[in-house]
């Protein structure tokens, strides 16, 4: 079906999003995630980008294997990776209006090489990965995402590592709790809850969410 403006005259403008990978698994989980913004949308229009290095013999793809490949090869590469997130996304949600990907490999600054992107296709939403750390670690893994949400010129969507929390790792046990302290840190007392109402099938009458 395609998406029709609200007049009905015209197509609607698919919804534009970049994704940026690195091929670290949260460069795929940002693959993912734009993948679930596209599903949500009457009409999108996804675009993948890997920035790598330049060699004098190739590209240097970022990720845990380095290897210098020629463009052709790097393109192939990095088309294989997308293949498989997006057959693992569609095996768990077949609803994807998308009818391709465009997919671009390219080398330079990444966040310039990003940006740029956006700005060509007129971007609704940027999603990217950050590792959320501080100092050195930052400078190296985080300054991408930093340099894209301070100059992006759409919405930016972050997905960082859950095992991170304000550049410092969460320990994996919980220390003991003080008298009276509530288990969702940094909160110390239990949240008030406010219901949704849902309308009962077959009537007008409102009736509360259980």
């Known amino acids: 079906m395609t998406a029709t403006s609200n007049n009905g005259s015209q197509p609607a403008r698919p919804y534009h999003i970049v994704a940026a990978c690195d091929f670290s698994p949260l460069g795929e989980r940002a693959v993912q995630e734009a993948l679930r913004c596209c599903s949500e949308q009457g ?23 380095v290897r210098i490949r020629g463009q052709e090869e790097a393109q192939e590469h ?49 999603v990217l990965g950050t590792h959320g750390r501080q100092g050195l670690e930052r ?25 991170f929390l304000a550049g410092e790792k969460v320990p994996e046990i919980q220390p003991p709790l003080r008298a009276g302290e509530h288990p969702l840190l ?25």
């Open 78 to 126: 990095a088309r294989t990776r997308l293949e498989a997130l997006l057959s693992e996304f569609t095996a768990q949600q077949p609803r994807l209006p998308l009818e391709k990907i465009a997919m671009y490999v390219t080398t330079g600054t990444p966040s310039d090489s990003i940006l740029s992107l956006a700005a060509a296709v007129d971007a609704d939403l940027i």
């Open 43 to 65: 009409a999108a229009a996804l675009h993948v980008i890997t920035v790598g290095a330049q060699s004098g013999a190739g590209v240097v793809l970022p990720g845990p294997e």
């Open 139 to 163: 400078i190296l893994l985080g300054s991408v995402a930093e340099e894209v949400v301070r100059r992006a010129p759409c919405t930016v969507l972050v997905i960082r590592p859950r095992d």
């Open 186 to 210: 940094p909160f110390r007392t239990p949240p008030t809850y406010h219901y949704v109402h849902r309308m009962n099938r077959g009537s007008n009458r409102m009736m509360p969410s259980l």
